[in-house]
């Protein structure tokens, strides 16, 4: 028996698309350029995504450098998405290491690196985890990527 088309016999049977390949090769991409651009930030970092599973407030993450390269980084929480992450990407983001807070201060998902645990490649296939995995973003979707200063103030409090 000679099978006409491989491509959707495979699809059919493992459930993995006819483009499965090329999605992983543009995610490798994004997690490479995020790579680079974290390795050059050196204040705030701010990815912003656009996609039409979203309406007013679309995923974001950002990263807060401290002077000894130890870093915040957020991801945005149900707080502010609509529709919100179903349980099932909630899930996700704690398994992928994010913690959420019941303090008001902190209403996004948080996670604190040591410098020391802050490699800019392992932090890029975090954020691609998460935009990928719990958010549901796809590589057609528009990233924004902006860095500049926090809004803190350098100002020393009394």
Not at 79 to 102: C, I
Not at 128 to 152: F, K, M, Q
Request: proline residues 5%; hydrophobic residues 40%; negative net charge.
């Amino acid at each position: 028996m000679k099978f006409e088309n491989v491509d959707e016999l495979i699809e059919d049977i493992l459930h993995v698309p006819i483009n499965a390949l090329e999605i992983a090769e543009q995610w490798l991409s994004i997690t490479k350029l995020l790579a680079e651009m974290i390795s050059n930030a050196d204040d705030l970092l701010i990815i912003q995504t656009y996609s039409q599973r979203y309406t007013d407030c679309d995923p974001y993450l950002q990263i807060c450098f401290e002077d000894d390269r130890a870093i915040t980084i957020e991801a945005v929480s149900n707080k502010f998405l609509t529709p919100p992450l179903s349980v099932d990407a909630q899930n996700t983001m704690l398994e992928l290491g994010w913690e959420l807070s019941d303090d008001p201060k902190l209403p996004n998902y948080f996670k604190f690196l040591h410098r020391e645990n802050a490699e800019p490649y392992q932090v890029a296939q975090l954020f691609t985890a998460t935009l990928r995995n719990a958010y549901g973003i796809s590589p057609d979707d528009e990233l924004e990527i902006t860095t500049g200063r926090g809004v803190w103030s350098d100002a020393k409090e009394d």
